[in-house]
């Protein structure tokens, strides 16, 4: 079963950081590429970051750019989003995503399987 | 950045309907590169159909995705209990990907 878990979301101030995590298994890790996809409760969806397979091309939402980093450690099946400087519109539920297409060059597919997401919240 | 427009924003209508959602781009998408998703309540989005045309493995047939350039249609043929729920569609031929606003499908 192909499964993503999303760990270190939480309550945050403004300003601050945050390092999130995703556990990926059952499926060939390093090849796919990777995403970070958020959504405000009773919102739309919003494509904030994506990663190829070995991590060489990024790519990030207008609104993150300069202050959220994607990276991955194939090593470990792992994905993850450093989050700096944030701000209170960075308030969402973020998912791990993954891409459909194998052994892409690119972060630049649709996504067929999401995990469950992490909470965010950014407050004073 | 390619700004995905949805419309309606709600669509209601009976089971048994045809339902037609729009996604119109703000400038010209490689068609293969245009997705739908489904997302219910209280559940996690469900890829239905990508590269425009191909349905995601295991969706039904009575959803299909057409068009080209800047104007896609996903259809839903028969609407079933179970296909009330908000569609987005998806670009990913540019970065940053984006994703329309959505369309709920609402019983009428």
């Known amino acids: 079963e192909v499964l993503l878990v999303e760990s270190g979301g939480g309550l945050v101030q403004p300003g601050r950081s945050l390092r999130l995590s995703c556990a990926a298994s059952g499926f060939i890790f390093d090849g796919y590429a990777m995403h970070w996809v958020r959504q405000i409760p009773g919102k739309g969806l919003e494509w904030v970051s994506g990663i190829n397979w070995n991590g060489d091309r990024v790519g990030y939402a207008d609104s993150v750019k300069g202050r959220f980093t994607i990276s991955r450690d194939n090593a470990k099946n792992s994905l993850y989003l450093q989050m700096n400087s944030l701000r209170p519109e960075d308030t969402a539920l973020y998912y791990c995503?993954?891409?459909?297409?194998?052994?892409?060059?690119?972060?630049?597919?649709?996504?067929?399987?999401w995990g469950q997401g992490t909470k965010v919240t950014v407050s004073s | 950045e390619i700004v995905l427009t949805q419309s309606p924003g709600t669509l209601s209508l009976s089971p048994g309907e045809r339902a037609t959602l729009s996604c119109r781009a703000s400038?010209?998408?490689?068609?293969?590169?245009l997705a739908w998703y489904q997302q219910r309540p209280g559940q996690t989005p469900r890829l239905l159909v990508y590269g425009t045309f191909t349905r995601a493995p295991g969706i039904p047939d009575r959803f299909s995705g057409s068009g080209s350039g800047t104007d896609f249609t996903l259809t839903i043929s028969r609407l079933e209990p179970e296909d009330f729920a908000i569609y987005y569609c998806?670009?990913?031929?540019?970065?940053?990907?984006?994703f329309g606003g959505g369309t709920k499908v609402e019983i009428k």
């Open positions: 998806q670009q990913y031929d540019t970065s940053p990907l984006t």
């Open positions: 995503a993954k891409d459909r297409t194998y052994s892409s060059s690119y972060f630049t597919g649709a996504v067929d399987v």
């Open positions: 400038q010209s998408v490689g068609s293969p590169y």
